[in-house]
């Protein structure tokens, strides 16, 4: 068990182009999260999967964002018309319920930057 | 207001000083009370969890939480460079309620040799 991974770490777009980045959990755990976190800031909740059930979404995923998780492993958060504002680390998480209560193993991040 | 506040920093103490690292909070549904340390670059970790009031000790660390107060501490003794991160504090509504975490800003601290 390798932990979270996520693909790619670093990615550069012009503002308006459309980007997708890909988490992959550990393999037993059935609930993956995504937060964005920006310089100097603590990490935000995005959204919640329960298996590939989306069970929670926050405001800050506005109609630009959509996150999937088809078949309860990966799962993907694209960006539609990237906006500068959006330059952020994305952070997956996933967890397992029954072990340390909502103990979430993060990933390293895919780092965005919009030009 | 943020639902949890914690101060930025960043701080810098002399290895093996004590260090004291504080969040507050408003939310009173937060049941699950943790600590994760990020390094540069990195994505969190967890370092200590705490449910409801109390203390918590493990090695060097210390978590101590006071629900009256909406408080949250962490101790460090005997500081070591290798402590050298940003300190993040977490907070979850848990069983019932949200899964989401709610974090702190993070407090940045450096160990001097």
């Known amino acids: 068990d390798t932990g979270v991974s996520q693909d790619p770490r670093h990615k550069i777009t012009k503002r308006g182009q459309n980007v997708t980045f890909r988490c992959d959990p550990i393999?037993?755990?059935?609930?993956l999260y995504w937060y964005r976190q920006t310089l100097g800031q603590g990490p935000e909740f995005l959204t919640y999967?329960?298996?590939?059930?989306?069970?929670?979404k926050s405001r800050l995923l506005s109609d630009r964002f959509s996150a999937e998780r088809p078949k309860g492993s990966f799962s993907t958060l694209e960006i539609q018309h990237t906006e500068q504002g959006d330059s952020a680390m994305y952070l997956c998480?996933?967890?397992?319920?029954?072990?340390?209560?909502?103990?979430?193993?993060f990933g390293p991040g895919t780092r965005l930057t919009v030009t | 207001q943020k639902e949890v506040e914690q101060d930025p920093g960043p701080l810098s103490v002399p290895e093996g000083a004590i260090v004291s690292l504080n969040c507050t909070y408003s939310?009173?549904?937060?049941?699950?009370f943790m600590w994760y340390r990020q390094y540069s670059r990195k994505g969190p970790e967890l370092l200590m969890y705490?449910?409801?009031?109390g203390n918590k000790e493990d090695g060097r660390f210390t978590a101590q939480v006071d629900k009256s107060s909406k408080y949250i501490s962490l101790f460090i003794r005997d500081s070591q460079p290798s402590d050298s991160a940003t300190y993040l504090c977490?907070?979850?509504?848990?069983?019932?309620?949200?899964?989401?975490?709610?974090f702190g800003q993070g407090t940045r601290l450096t160990i001097n040799p």
């Open positions: 998480a996933s967890s397992q319920p029954g072990l340390v209560p909502y103990e979430q193993y």
């Open positions: 393999s037993e755990h059935n609930r």
């Open positions: 999967f329960q298996n590939e059930a989306q069970l929670e």
């Open positions: 939310n009173s549904a937060f049941q699950y």
């Open positions: 705490t449910y409801s009031s």
């Open positions: 977490a907070m979850s509504e848990g069983i019932q309620g949200a899964q989401k975490l709610v």
